[in-house]
């Protein structure tokens, strides 16, 4: 049985980047806690960098 994917809000995305680039929380750790692949959390972080003017 497959289980079902988590949709992570953007203030959810944000606070898990936040979690690694602030608090210095390895990836794996994060990815283990939040059960992502770490594929994932590297598009998050990546999308969050191109699009980073946007908030000023």
Not at 11 to 21: C, P, S
Not at 23 to 49: A, G, I, M
Request: proline fraction near 4%; charge should be positive.
């Amino acid at each position: 049985m497959r289980k079902q994917r988590k949709n992570y809000t953007s203030q959810e995305k944000v606070f898990i980047i936040k979690r690694h680039l602030v608090d210095q929380v390895p990836v794996s750790d994060l990815c283990d806690e939040y059960n992502l692949q770490p594929n994932v959390f590297y598009r998050w972080q990546k999308e969050f960098f191109e699009n980073g003017s946007a908030a000023f």
